[in-house]
């Protein structure tokens, strides 16, 4: 997932391409753009946002709408490509949408924009993290962002924390160079920090996003058996990780591994690495390990509709489509400005990812309190809580 942010010039390219003339859709519709890569390493991600996004303005559209308007998704596929998304989102303005969801894979362009333009982008928009408060979780964040995925700064604290108490030889991390793996990477670092410590190795890899193909990890599998470091954090696409635990076996060195928040939101990477997959460690939404009715509902209803299973990504997509009908009708407004202000407001909102909502000083719904550490048993096929 998870584009590096662009340069200027590409943003102003993509806005000179499709220029700012509004084309006014149907009358009794409201237009949401959204922009995921559906194809690539993080395809599944993709078409999880879309189903989950799909679901949502049917279950709205079904219901009357809002205000006597019904909601019409228009999705499109970025194929992990910063400027292809930020051509889409230039022209999903100009069509007419009233909100842009995405993207999971290039994030950091639609965030550049969504500030540029003073618009407001919602869903799973780069899993939150640095493309969202880009100086850390303290930091402000992107006044027109409201992230509804997964937090790469939750994940990585979380597997952080349980690397310091594990871990005496020392953790290694390999992580993708843009926003999503300097995220994990971060959220890591903030519990090193407290405790003192210092992260054992930190190696950037460059992955294939666009098609897939795996990247060559023999090097680093080397480096870490030379090091005697015994634990490695792989924040890299479910394939890469595979590959991993597969050339760890292959020297037969033993190591904990730890992941990331794609490492379980489907099945990727249990199967690509089969019974090596086994004590491998990350984490889940705690609503996702123990759910409750209205998810398992969800769920259940996303199954018959779809004919996969629901992820993580697909019910944040779901929730940020209900919470904006929500503020819709609370603001009885569509401007982008007073669309912001509803969304600063929401509190206390049920969804299907747990009880969210956004101040002017947050922006992304999930954080480590909502997160539970959970590791693969690769004889029940299952990811179990951590109890150590």
């Known amino acids: 997932m998870r584009k590096l942010a662009t340069t200027s010039a590409m943003l102003l390219a993509t806005t000179a391409f499709w220029g700012l003339g509004v084309q006014a859709g149907a009358a009794d519709e409201y237009l949401i753009g959204l922009i995921a890569g559906t194809t690539g390493a993080y395809g599944s991600t993709g078409v999880a946002t879309v189903n989950g996004s799909q679901m949502a303005v049917d279950e709205v559209n079904a219901a009357g709408g809002v205000d006597g308007h019904t909601f019409k998704l228009d999705p499109h596929n970025d194929n992990a490509s910063a400027t292809l998304s930020g051509q889409l989102y230039e022209k999903l303005m100009s069509q007419g949408a009233i909100a842009i969801a995405g993207s999971p894979d290039t994030g950091p362009v639609t965030a550049q924009l969504a500030q540029r ?66 995220g994990g990477l971060f959220g890591i670092q903030l519990a090193y920090d407290k405790a003192g410590k210092k992260i054992a190795m930190d190696h950037a890899i460059t992955e294939n996003w666009s098609t897939g193909a795996t990247a060559g990890l023999m090097p680093e599998v080397n480096a870490i058996k030379a090091a005697g470091i015994k634990c490695v954090d792989v924040w890299l696409t479910p394939q890469d990780q595979a590959a991993f635990v597969q050339d760890l076996h292959s020297i037969g060195y033993d ?62 997509a779901y929730d940020s489509i209900k919470m904006l009908a929500q503020v819709i009708k609370d603001v009885k407004s569509t401007k982008p400005e007073d669309l912001q202000k509803g969304f600063n407001a929401v509190q206390g909102f049920k969804g299907m990812t747990g009880t969210i909502g956004f101040t002017e000083q947050s922006h992304i719904t999930i954080t480590a309190e909502q997160v539970t550490l959970v590791k693969y048993d690769a004889k029940s096929k299952t990811w179990v809580e951590v109890t150590d």
């Open 255 to 316: 190591a904990i591994v730890y992941g990331n928040d794609e490492t379980n939101a489907d099945d990727t990477y249990s199967k690509l690495a089969g019974d090596l997959a086994d004590g491998t460690i990350t984490a889940m939404l705690t609503t996702e390990l123990h759910p409750g009715p209205e998810l398992l509902a969800f769920k259940d209803a996303y199954k018959k509709k779809f004919n996969v299973d629901a992820t993580p990504f697909s019910a944040g």
């Open 117 to 182: 333009h003073k618009f407001p982008t919602i869903g799973v928009v780069d899993d939150g993290g640095l493309t969202v408060n880009p100086d850390g979780p303290t930091s402000p964040p992107n006044p027109w962002v409201f992230d509804f995925g997964l937090n790469t700064f939750a994940w990585g604290e979380k597997i952080g924390q349980h690397a310091l108490k594990h871990c005496p030889d020392g953790l290694a991390v390999l992580h993708d160079p843009s926003t999503y793996g300097q």
